[in-house]
């Protein structure tokens, strides 16, 4: 492993900057190697470079390849871990301050996936690690360098999720509602709860969340389950029942109904005809 960690400056300082470097490095796993559960007061981004591996985050569970970045909020208890047969190799930044939840929040919104960040060409990140993992000392230029440096990384992530400044600051109830359900989908989510718990009666939730986008919360939150479904049973060899539980359904028979309902396949008819590399998918 190598690490560059910059101690010249407390963190209570860095915590009242606008948004200050914390850490950055580079990680070559061996198979199963793993790191937590751990809970941060800072903010960290992982790119994956190579291999596969899985993140283990708010009750859901992530399975990465090369290309993927994933996001660990401060305030947020994380695991992840190497594959067994192909490890990963990732490097990462580590960053806080007063600014940094607004922006981590912004790239998080502006992926479908939350926490993860597809198809990065993670190596030009790595690059600018590298240039971190150079430096020598804790001096003030180096403090500088390094901040220069993590500006640089969160400017191209911004700009390689298509980050929509128009309409940010434009947030509503169906915005925070939807954030909220896209982050806790895995939970049992009562839709009249979480509408009280936002300050609003469900049938104004409801109306306000169709008007947005098309759906309903409950709607919304059962089509959301399903498709990240489909990425599991497309990506892993995970059991129908555990994909199942993992999304927050205790009967799998009731899952695997709903699912056929949407998809006009089982869940295992699905993955036999959609997972890369099956036989069903070749068409040569």
Not at 15 to 31: I, R
Request: aromatic share 14%; hydrophobic share 35%.
């Amino acid at each position: 492993m190598k690490e560059y960690k910059e101690t010249q400056h407390s963190l209570i300082y860095k915590s009242n900057s606008d948004l200050s470097f914390y850490s950055a490095g580079y990680e070559d796993c061996l198979p199963g190697y793993h790191y937590g559960p751990k809970y941060r007061s800072y903010d960290l981004i992982h790119f994956v470079l190579k291999g596969k591996g899985k993140l283990h985050i708010n009750e859901h569970i992530f399975h990465l390849s090369t290309g993927d970045a994933f996001i660990i909020p401060a305030g947020k208890v994380s695991y992840y871990e190497a594959s067994t047969d192909d490890p990963w190799s990732y490097a990462w930044i580590g960053y806080l301050g007063i600014s940094s939840q607004t922006y981590t929040y912004q790239l998080m919104t502006s992926s479908e996936d939350i926490y993860i960040i597809h198809q990065l060409d993670t190596e030009k990140y790595e690059e600018v690690i590298s240039q971190i993992l150079g430096l020598q000392g804790n001096t003030t230029s180096q403090y500088f360098k390094a901040n220069s440096l993590l500006l640089n990384i969160i400017g191209m992530l911004f700009e390689d999720v298509s980050f929509n400044e128009r309409s940010w600051g434009k947030v509503s109830v169906a915005d925070e509602v939807k954030f909220y359900l896209d982050t806790n989908y895995s939970e049992k989510i009562v839709i009249k709860d979480l509408a009280k718990s936002f300050g609003v009666h469900p049938n104004y939730l409801s109306r306000i969340f169709s008007e947005k986008f098309g759906y309903s919360p409950k709607h919304y939150l059962l089509k959301l389950k399903l498709k990240k479904a489909c990425r599991l049973l497309m990506t892993t060899g995970l059991p129908v029942s555990v994909i199942a539980g993992s999304l927050g359904f205790e009967d799998q028979l009731a899952f695997s109904k709903l699912f056929k309902k949407e998809f006009s396949l089982s869940p295992t008819e699905y993955r036999k005809y959609n997972r890369p590399g099956s036989l069903a998918n070749d068409k040569s």
